[in-house]
């Protein structure tokens, strides 16, 4: 009996022995879970965020001189604007801007060559909503709206019908009418298919005057004609004649916009004159670059152009100069010269004009 009782609290023992056993080697094995200092888990985090934000590779432009081609001569609307435009941005970019008057076809030379030019950034130039509607009448157009990518719009400026101060043509557009349907009044016209043939077209079809068209190279030449009397009239933007206005050789006859405009205070609207189908024709200038253009290098030049649009010494420069500012981003531009263009499409089918045909 003794001998049993003896063996029974040996082997009790021994069982508490070996649990007791087990259980440190368990606890040997599972090691405690690392802390971390709480700055260390910050700055893993904040790593772990940057790496995530990293931005993909930013284009390293411009490095070089841009440039602008002006598909007509020196001095006119759209000379002047990209002149204008390019001393300011010249600032934002922070490289300098050359323009090239690239002329020739009426300004389609120009914009053949501004469309083939490498998308590069370095080339830009300057369109409007007849340049997507050229192809429709004009022979040798190798461009439409796609072959351009917009980067910003620089203006809009109305057509203005001027005479020579105190000639007989420098009446009201009644009198004129009467003229043009007894004897050849002429009109002279700077560039081929812009605003100014669209008034033109309007105020044969819609209300019988018929002028004889007489070519220049610019708006800037069709001035000159007038005020040495080779032409009776001529179609032309603001800036091209504000100098003549202010000097007193030219004056306005009406201006095809749904106002007067504050630098020509004395010239009234073809609307207040009894000629609402010729209430707004002009054009809308859109700087561009070739299709194609890397997109960063795009919104760079946006970025620039829109800065220099709104400089308020830009802005004093151009109202000087009787010509609006109106900056908007690449896509507005891109949506009213779309809108443009479909309103121009709609005259051409009108008057049947096909390519190769010739304003008269």
């Given at each position: 009996?003794?001998?049993?009782?003896?063996?029974?609290?040996?082997l009790?023992?021994?069982?508490?022995?070996?649990l007791?056993?087990?259980?440190?080697t368990?606890?040997?094995?599972?090691?405690?879970a690392?802390?971390?200092?709480?700055?260390?888990e910050?700055?893993?985090?904040?790593?772990?965020?940057?790496?995530?934000?990293?931005?993909?590779?930013?284009?390293?432009?411009?490095?070089?001189?841009?440039?602008?081609?002006?598909?007509?001569?020196?001095?006119?609307?759209?000379?002047?604007?990209?002149?204008?435009?390019?001393?300011?941005?010249?600032?934002?970019?922070?490289?300098?801007?050359?323009?090239?008057?690239?002329?020739?076809?009426?300004?389609?030379?120009?914009?053949?060559?501004?469309?083939?030019?490498?998308?590069?950034?370095y080339?830009?130039?300057?369109?409007?909503?007849?340049?997507?509607?050229?192809?429709?009448?004009?022979?040798?157009?190798?461009?439409?709206?796609?072959?351009?990518?917009?980067?910003?719009?620089?203006?809009?400026?109305?057509?203005?019908?001027?005479?020579?101060?105190?000639?007989?043509?420098?009446?009201?557009?009644?009198?004129?009418?009467?003229?043009?349907?007894?004897?050849?009044?002429?009109v002279?016209?700077?560039?081929?298919?812009q605003?100014?043939?669209?008034?033109?077209?309007?105020?044969?079809?819609?209300?019988?005057?018929?002028?004889?068209?007489?070519?220049?190279?610019?708006?800037?030449?069709?001035?000159?004609?007038?005020?040495?009397?080779?032409?009776?009239?001529?179609?032309?933007?603001?800036?091209?004649?504000?100098?003549?206005?202010?000097?007193?050789?030219?004056?306005?006859?009406?201006?095809?916009?749904?106002?007067?405009l504050?630098?020509?205070?004395?010239?009234?609207?073809?609307?207040?004159?009894?000629?609402?189908?010729c209430?707004?024709?002009?054009?809308?200038?859109m700087?561009?670059?070739?299709?194609?253009?890397?997109p960063?290098?795009?919104?760079?030049?946006?970025?620039?152009?829109?800065?220099?649009?709104?400089d308020?010494?830009?802005?004093?420069?151009?109202?000087?100069?009787?010509?609006?500012?109106?900056?908007?981003?690449?896509?507005?531009?891109?949506?009213?010269?779309?809108?443009?263009?479909?309103?121009?499409?709609?005259?051409?089918?009108?008057?049947?004009?096909?390519?190769?045909?010739a304003?008269?």
């Open positions: 009996m003794k001998k049993s009782r003896v063996l029974a609290l040996l009790a023992f021994v069982m508490v022995f070996a007791a056993a087990c259980g440190s368990s606890t040997e094995t599972a090691a405690p690392e802390v971390k200092p709480a700055n260390d910050a700055q893993e985090a904040t790593e772990n965020t940057e790496q995530a934000a990293e931005p993909a590779a930013t284009v390293n432009f411009p490095t070089q001189p841009v440039k602008i081609i002006v598909q007509y001569g020196a001095g006119g609307g759209v000379d002047v604007t990209a002149r204008l435009v390019a001393k300011y941005a010249e600032k934002y970019l922070g490289q300098s801007i050359v323009v090239e008057n690239v002329t020739g076809g009426a300004g389609v030379v120009g914009l053949n060559t501004l469309a083939q030019s490498d998308p590069d950034g080339t830009l130039g300057l369109i409007f909503a007849n340049t997507a509607i050229e192809s429709l009448i004009t022979e040798g157009v190798n461009y439409s709206l796609d072959s351009f990518a917009p980067i910003c719009q620089i203006n809009f400026d109305p057509a203005f019908l001027v005479a020579r101060a105190g000639s007989e043509y420098d009446t009201d557009i009644d009198a004129i009418k009467e003229m043009a349907n007894s004897e050849q009044v002429t002279g016209i700077g560039a081929l298919w605003a100014f043939d669209f008034v033109k077209m309007s105020l044969q079809a819609d209300y019988g005057i018929p002028l004889v068209r007489v070519a220049y190279d610019g708006g800037a030449a069709a001035c000159t004609s007038v005020v040495s009397g080779d032409t009776d009239l001529a179609l032309v933007f603001p800036n091209e004649w504000v100098s003549y206005y202010n000097s007193g050789d030219l004056n306005g006859v009406a201006v095809a916009a749904p106002e007067r504050e630098a020509f205070p004395n010239v009234p609207t073809f609307k207040e004159l009894g000629y609402d189908k209430e707004s024709f002009g054009v809308r200038r700087l561009v670059a070739p299709a194609g253009t890397d960063q290098v795009l919104a760079i030049l946006e970025d620039a152009f829109l800065q220099a649009l709104n308020p010494e830009l802005f004093a420069e151009y109202a000087e100069l009787g010509m609006s500012c109106v900056p908007a981003s690449a896509d507005e531009a891109y949506a009213s010269i779309s809108s443009d263009a479909d309103a121009l499409k709609a005259l051409i089918e009108a008057f049947n004009v096909k390519p190769g045909d304003p008269t």
